[in-house]
């Protein structure tokens, strides 16, 4: 599948709904380019500031690992180096102004390989260094699954293992955040993990991990209850966090990414709000925040498009709840200023 662009997206244009809310974009990526698994378009500060200068409040964004722009030598585990030295060249440059009032990536998550244990710490301090202002933490996605059509990230139950604990203590003793994505029904396990990092901030994306293709594609009930079973369960742990977002990948389901026109925030808004509001039910808005997880959700809507739906879901909520969803928790677990 191939991004089909500005030109499609234009195709179906929204004036902004409610445009003095405040908005933290809690995660979205930089890169050249992506050739695998979808050829997505380039994506930096002049993209991302078309998108998030397209109507809406945008206060900050989180930048959030994509493997990209890594050294090219040196340490393996070091090179994960050079994606926060090009970011945080990026961010500065966003900082001064020239491409709008919005401060983009005003905090950075980079990646390491917790898998290291307790050798992690000097790729956190590398890490830590190249962006002394802004880093804020790593992403480790651990996503596995049984059935071979699924792309596995990391290794069965890795986050059982010991090792991957004794890096995740030094994330915590460090003041980090550990980010991560995976598939839901690996939720439980997160749960486990979280009761034995206490002191960790942990950051699950994109509504945990929902899959609704492939060997996920069938008996949408069945699917429907393992995935709110593992809601239920990394929302009792308190340290764990739920990004709302993700909903435009096409493992999600929804297939908007083969329409011929874009389709709209009502359309997006009707899909999604089973899925939200189960999430903020559980969590409550105070552990809960919006998510572009742009370039990537490009291939199925707009900016503008998609930040209308996620206004249309919270519509029931109060002030300070959408505060909280839109801003204010993103804003205290990244620490933005």
Known sequence: MVLRGNEWLAQTEEATLEPEIPICDS???FWEARPEPIDYQRY???ELADDINSGHNVKSTVFIEARSSYRSDGPEEMRSVGEVEFVEALAVEGASGQHGPGRPAAAIIGRADLKLGQQVKPVLEALQAASPGRFRGIRHSVGWDPHP????????????????????????????????????????????????????????NHLGGLMRTGPYGVQEDEVMAAWQSGVDAVAEVPNIVMKLGGVGMPRIGFDWHTCDKPVGSEEI?????????????????????????????????SYNVMYNAFKRVSQG?????????????????????
């Open 317 to 337: 909520y109060s002030a300070s709840e959408r505060a909280d969803m839109f801003h204010d928790t993103a804003v205290r677990v990244y620490r933005i200023n």
């Open 44 to 46: 930096l500060l002049p």
């Open 149 to 204: 059509e699924v792309e596995n990230r990391e290794i069965e139950r890795v986050l059982a293992h010991e090792e991957y604990k004794a890096g995740a203590k030094v994330l915590s003793d460090m003041g980090l955040c550990y980010e991560t994505a995976m598939y839901f029904p690996q939720m439980t396990e997160l749960a486990k993990f979280a009761k034995a990092v206490p002191d960790l901030t942990i950051v699950l």
């Open 27 to 29: 995660h979205h990526h």
């Open 269 to 301: 808004a009707h899909g999604i709000a089973p899925f939200m509001n189960y999430c903020i039910e559980k969590f409550g808005p105070s552990r809960c925040m919006f998510e572009s997880n742009f370039p990537v959700d490009k291939v199925s809507f």
